[in-house]
Each structure stands twice: as structure tokens, then as C-alpha cells.
């Protein structure tokens, strides 16, 4: 199994730091407002990224956090006129809704930075011990000048990014790349701390919540590629000075999901809300997932309605092979292998084996689509078709694709058996009335 591990800019094999099992942190949002499907991204695939790796047995601690403390926060509780955590825990609610509103998990370790201010202010107490972070004027920032190979992640120069335009200037700092780690506030929510009243600087959050919560290096940490740089960077920064390695063995960033060819922006006003979407979530996901994704997916509604349509194919056969097995009483038991659909079940297993490679792994659905179309249209035998309801199970197992079907009660069970007879039997009355039945109950 190979990543493409953006810390060394190339495809490497993975190998766990403890065998069969896989430590995985993905930096999570600022809960001031709804999320947009630009930010349901990183969402959807590294829930992927987990299935798969559950779907190969591993044992998988999978950690997101929530940024509840934070200026934009602050802004829109002074003109809602509520508290900050009133406006936090809303969108937490809000934004694990569409977590699972595009089929993925909530069930992984979800820390607040609010819950961990006592873990956070320790962490920059000890940077500030030895020497890596100085206190000024109740700001604390980070000594950037300590960091030997200062932006290895992001590949940038110390030089160019010292000229550059996105340092901010602050005559407090000792150079103008050092980032605040604690920030004297008057305005908002303070806290307590030996270095007085405020609030941790964000590229600390993390960095302090994956010391406590893993204890040790991890082997994945993840998310959109906009985090690269300052923000990861900056994690991996602390994280070198005061543990002797660079957080993960392995970092993923996941590339943007662009609209009228610009990055999809809650401030702007150009973007859409998870909320709002009318999709079916399986379609969102496959629309997601058919981009490899390290590049850029650009939105339209055009695209949208390709994938509405794909996945409706899926569904029609799907439940043709699923009435078809259920009707010889077959959903379960031994399945017997056909050849091809070994060979379209390895070559999924092979694409998602190269960098969890989504849109080669869809294809093989599609392959699988058709191959048991052309099953169900045949007469095959009831083993075989349990077969390919199997492969279809695991794909969506690792796609997060959900058909909701149920096995037919034995009264609609022998209606179905009569509808099929009328049919054949070219009786139109019959057949027209057992379908009307079958329709009421939801069956077809």
C-alpha cells in the first residue's frame, strides 16, 4: 500500500508505526458557521481513507478536532448577542449533522479546544521552558530561528518567506516569522494562564491535542491543502523542538473544491451549504470521490447530474440482484467466484492500494455495474449472484455509499412471484395489479 506523503513530496509504502494498527488525526473546523461542500472534502475522504483501512483490518484511532475558540466565534456572538459557546455548540451540532448527511462516521475522538486549555497552556509552558517561545507583554511566540528546516512541509524558504507578503509585521516579535502561541485578548472569552488573561494562537491546538490524546509520533495527520502552510507547518515546527519528530509519519492534504473556477469562500458569498444540498448524499459522495484527491475538483450542476445519474444505475441494479437473490431465499450463505468479478474486486482493491486512488476504485464499480447486469439478465447461478452482491457490499462499505433495501416479507415474496408469472403469462390485468401492490409496499 502506497501514500503520496507531501512531507517528502513522493509515493511511499506505508508501513504503520504499530503494526496493524493506524493512529489518524484530521484537523477539523472553526464552528462559527455552517459548513460548505468545499469543506465536506477532506470530510469525505479521510472517512474513506479510514474505511479502507478498516475494510484491510486494521485497527483504526481516528481523532478531529473542534476549533471553539476563535475570533470569528467571538465576532458572531457580539452581534448575535449570545455567548461563545452558545454559537460553538451549535455548529458543532450542525456540522456532525452533515457529517453524517454525506454518509460519514461521527464516531471518532472529537476534542474542543475549550476541553483541552489545561493541555495547551502546559504544551506552551514547556516550549516557553526551553527556550523555543518568549513572552511579550502577554503574548507568547514561537522562535522559528530554532527550527533548522523551517517550512519542509510546505517547501518554502526562510529567506523568501521572511520578504514575503503574507508575514504579518509586529515589531513584538524577534523575527518576523514568529507565530503567536498565546494571545493577550480584552475582547471575548479569556483564560487563565501563567502568562496572563487570553487566548492559545491556533497553530497550537492541534499540535497540543495530538501530544495528549496519542502520546506519541502518529502515523497520519491530514486535511485540506490550504493548512499546509502557515498552520501545519507551524504544528510541525513545535512539534520537532519539543518531541524530536515531525507529528506524523505521513501527511495527506486533500485539494480544493473550486466554484466558477475559484476557491469556494462562506465570506465571499460564493458557496453551498451541505445543508442546502438537494443530492442524494451517495451521488455527493461519488461526485467527490471521482477526482483524485490531491487535485482540484471544479463544482457545476452539470456534474452534479451526472452523478445523480450514475448512482441511480447502482441502485436499479443492485436491487435487481438483490430481489433476484432474495426471491431464492440466497442473501446469504457460500458464494461461488466468477472470474471476473475476482478480477474487478482485486483491481479495486489495487486502486485504492495506490494512494487511495477513488476515481480508478469507482471505475471498478461501474465495471461491477455492468457485470452484474449482465448476471441478472442471464441464467446464473444463485451462488455467483451472491457473489457479486458481496463485491458491491464491499465497495460500498469503503466508498460510504448506502442503498437502504430489505429483504420482502414472505407475503410479497410469493405477490412478486405472481407478478412475474402474469408477466410471462402476458396477462396485463394481473401483472398491472400485483405491480400496484408491490409500488404501495415499497418493493419496486
Known amino acids: 500500500m502506497k501514500i503520496f506523503n507531501t ?6 509504502e506505508f508501513v504503520p508505526i504499530h503494526k496493524g494498527k493506524v493512529n489518524m488525526y484530521i484537523c477539523g473546523p472553526t464552528v462559527y458557521n455552517y459548513i460548505h461542500i468545499g469543506n465536506a472534502r477532506p470530510v469525505i475522504f479521510f472517512d474513506t481513507v479510514r474505511r479502507y483501512f478498516e475494510h484491510k483490518d486494521y485497527e483504526v484511532k481516528f481523532a478531529s478536532n473542534f476549533t471553539d475558540v476563535d475570533d470569528r466565534i467571538i465576532t458572531k456572538a457580539i452581534e448575535l448577542e449570545q455567548k461563545e459557546i452558545e454559537i460553538s455548540e451549535k455548529f458543532i451540532s450542525a456540522f456532525l449533522k452533515d457529517v453524517e448527511r454525506v454518509n460519514s462516521s ?3 475522538i472529537k476534542p474542543k479546544v475549550t476541553e483541552y486549555m489545561d493541555e495547551i497552556i502546559a504544551y506552551i509552558g514547556m516550549l516557553i521552558e526551553k527556550g523555543y517561545a518568549y513572552k511579550v507583554e502577554g503574548d507568547v511566540y514561537f522562535r522559528v530561528q530554532h527550527v533548522k528546516d523551517y517550512g519542509v512541509l510546505s517547501n518554502r ?11 504579518e509585521i509586529n515589531h513584538k ?31 497550537t491546538e492541534c499540535v497540543a491535542m495530538i501530544d495528549d490524546i496519542f502520546k506519541e509520533e502518529i502515523d497520519i495527520h491530514g486535511g485540506g491543502s490550504g493548512l499546509m502552510f502557515p498552520h501545519h507547518e507551524n504544528e510541525i515546527a513545535q512539534s520537532q523542538v519539543l518531541n524530536g519528530h515531525k507529528i506524523a509519519r505521513y501527511w495527506m492534504h486533500n485539494g480544493l473544491l473550486n466554484i ?5 469562500s462562506k465570506s465571499e458569498g460564493e458557496s453551498i451549504l451541505v445543508k442546502d444540498l438537494t443530492i442524494d448524499a451517495n451521488a455527493f459522495r461519488l461526485f467527490t470521490l471521482s477526482t483524485q484527491y490531491r487535485s482540484p475538483i471544479n463544482f457545476s450542476d452539470e456534474s452534479l447530474d451526472v452523478y445523480s445519474k450514475e448512482w441511480d444505475k447502482i441502485v436499479r441494479v443492485y436491487k435487481q440482484l438483490f430481489l433476484k437473490l432474495d426471491l431464492e431465499d440466497m442473501l446469504e450463505g457460500t458464494a461461488k467466484i466468477d472470474p471476473d468479478l475476482l478480477s474487478i474486486y482485486k483491481s479495486f482493491l489495487q486502486a485504492m492500494d495506490n494512494d487511495f486512488n477513488t476515481p480508478n ?24 449472484l451472491l457473489s457479486a452482491l458481496k463485491v458491491f457490499n464491499d465497495f460500498f462499505d469503503v466508498l460510504g455509499l448506502k442503498i437502504e433495501i430489505k429483504p420482502m416479507e414472505k407475503e410479497n415474496k410469493e405477490i ?4 412475474i408469472k402474469a408477466r410471462l403469462e402476458k396477462d396485463f390485468d394481473n401483472a398491472d395489479k400485483y405491480r400496484n401492490i408491490l409500488q404501495e409496499n415499497g418493493i419496486i
Open 7 to 12: 512531507l517528502s513530496n513522493k509515493l511511499e
Open 106 to 108: 461521527t464516531d471518532y
Open 157 to 167: 524558504n526562510v529567506e523568501d518567506l521572511i520578504s514575503g507578503s503574507r508575514v
Open 173 to 203: 516579535k524577534e523575527n518576523p516569522l514568529d507565530f503567536t502561541l498565546w494571545k493577550k485578548t480584552e475582547v471575548g472569552i479569556q483564560f487563565e494562564s501563567p502568562f496572563g488573561k487570553g487566548r492559545p494562537g491556533w497553530h
Open 260 to 264: 466558477k473556477g475559484s476557491k469556494m
Open 361 to 384: 476504485a469507482i471505475t471498478e464499480l461501474q465495471n461491477l455495474v455492468k457485470k452484474a447486469n449482465q448476471l441478472v439478465r442471464a441464467k446464473t447461478e444463485p451462488n455467483i
Open 416 to 419: 412478486y412471484k405472481l407478478w
